[in-house]
């Protein structure tokens, strides 16, 4: 009987320590899943093959837009276009150069003018590390504008890009509303995000290898933090001059939208950069 009792109770025990280590293990999953392998890519990276990038388990991609206030990064299209054929989540970067908060204005709105029209699933990112010559002040006041402009021009709320230094040393609090995508390279994990709780990206390499690009590449950890919302999908297509949004209907073909809408397939593939549709999808359609 004694025996019988201290095998229940052995046995109970057993049963705890197990739905624990389930409990532990599923945390661990969820958290790992919330994580996506990703790259950043540019002219830097040539001519590349996208569908040898995802077979590489590659599936998000943030490509860059552009410069400043006038250089179009000359792969953009071209990345874009191939990127979004593949069905990869992607989304577009700014190297930004600006001096002042005029020129933080001006360069928003040049970013601005690159990507409203094309399709992305990731949050459009300011990339601003050229701060030689500028006080702590002047950077963050630049950033706040340029930030604060964008998201007004987006209705999206946009994606601090920072290394981890400049994370520590430079960047306010009040900053830390916009998702962190980070730099420091060789580590498990950043040295420093500064005031910012998380990072929902971390660059943790520029020199990785990724099969379908020639030479090297910045190589990327994503959260689910860095896509945009649906909310933020519809009310920034409904709010774009001469634009809609419409959601893909089981059954539906090219054609069928062309004529709903009194347009052409061809406008339709040429806008939305697309060659095949399937129920769900959203596409962008001029009024």
């Not at 204005?105 to 094309?118: E, G, N, R, T």
Request: with cysteine; proline share 2%; aromatic share 12%.
């Amino acid at each position: 009987m004694g025996g019988n009792v201290m095998k229940e109770k052995l046995t109970k025990i057993l049963a705890v320590c197990f739905s624990f280590i389930m409990c532990i293990s599923a945390v661990t999953v969820v958290s790992a899943a919330s994580e996506h392998k990703g790259i950043d890519v540019s002219v830097w990276q040539g001519d590349i093959n996208f569908r040898e990038v995802k077979d590489d388990g590659i599936d998000y991609v943030y490509i860059r837009a552009g410069e400043g206030t006038t250089l179009v990064d000359s792969k953009f299209d071209r990345n874009y276009r191939d990127a979004r054929r593949e069905g990869m989540k992607l989304g577009f970067y700014h190297y930004v150069t600006a001096r002042d908060t005029r020129e933080a204005k001006d360069q928003a709105h040049f970013f601005y003018s690159l990507i409203k029209d094309k399709r992305q699933d990731l949050r459009p990112a300011m990339d601003f590390e050229q701060l030689t010559g500028l006080s702590k002040k002047e950077a963050n006041d630049i950033a706040r504008v340029y930030m604060d402009t964008l998201e007004k021009l987006m209705k999206i709320k946009p994606a601090f890009y920072s290394n981890a230094y400049d994370c520590e040393s430079v960047w306010e609090e009040d900053l830390t509303k916009y998702p962190l995508w980070v730099a420091d390279y060789g580590v498990e994990r950043p040295y420093s995000i500064g005031h910012w709780k998380d990072w929902s990206g971390f660059q943790y390499s520029s020199r990785g290898s990724v099969r379908g690009i020639h030479g090297h590449t910045d190589m990327d950890r994503f959260k689910d933090e860095l896509l945009i919302t649906d909310k933020e999908k519809e009310d920034a297509n409904c709010t774009k001059d001469g634009y809609l949004s419409y959601t893909v209907k089981e059954g539906e073909t090219l054609r069928d939208i062309a004529r709903k809408f009194d347009t052409t397939t061809r406008e339709l593939i040429k806008l939305n950069h697309l060659e095949l549709i399937h129920p769900g999808e959203k596409l962008i359609i001029r009024k």
